[in-house]
């Protein structure tokens, strides 16, 4: 699948997206958000997938969202400007519809794994944390810099950040617009882990090597799981999928035996 701005790359179990606007950054556009939606509903709807690498072209993986889409009176927050009060509020349908672009991520029945070089940044820092996993280069820069121009994250990171690094951290993450490089998203555990520049693309094809091996059902199920913030829900639903995993397992029949890779 190749889009105006994204592709998506690979066969079987792997596939790589890849953000493609390596002159402007990565940086994101309506059109972008679209392609990603339309990605996420294809990668779901394919039983082989079990991981998603998802990285930028060029130098960076987003700069966020694109500027003109700021400044441009046909840009993005230009026209969300642009409606007249009213209750509920007419904006609400044209945010709902761009927060589809990475909210696809959490539910998608693989594990998405983002591979950050360069910069993060905003709406690009909120994709990268939509992601389950993040693997950054050391010097990458992250920032969620939407407070300069008097406004919120609102593609996610209001969700994901608190439950990563907890409310205080992220009330200072969001509120300050403060910098941070990857291997300090590493000791705040918002990355799993940090290598140079180079090593990046390796490093997540090597995770998703490793976790291509679990069953499509495992990783669907243990996200779920994990995502709900209840204890007794996340345990019904720990329990649901179990029941659905053992009737899948390659379980040992004897002492000697050992499961099978799927």
Known sequence: MTTRHISVDGG?????????????HNAQTPLMWAELAEAGAELAADPQVRCVVVSGSGKSFSSGIDLDEIRKPAGFLQRLAAHPEGDPDPMLPSIAKA????RWMERA???????????????????????????VADTARFALREVRYGLIPDM?????LP????RERALDLI???REFTGAQA???GLALSSHPDADVPSAASAYAAEIARVPRSGIAHTKAALSE???DRSLQLAARGQAACVRQADLPRSAGDSPRTP
């Open 229 to 231: 913030p209840d204890p």
């Open 175 to 177: 509120l300050t617009g």
């Open 109 to 135: 029945p693989f594990l998405v794994i983002a591979a950050v070089t360069g910069v993060a940044f905003g709406a690009g820092c909120q994709l990268a944390l939509a992601c389950d996993v993040r693997i």
């Open 163 to 166: 439950r990563t690094v907890g």
């Open 156 to 160: 996610g990171a209001t969700v994901s």
């Open 186 to 188: 590493v000791q705040m």
């Open 12 to 24: 079987g179990a792997i596939r790589r997206l890849t953000l493609n606007r390596p002159a402007r």
């Open 99 to 102: 927060q589809e672009a990475f």
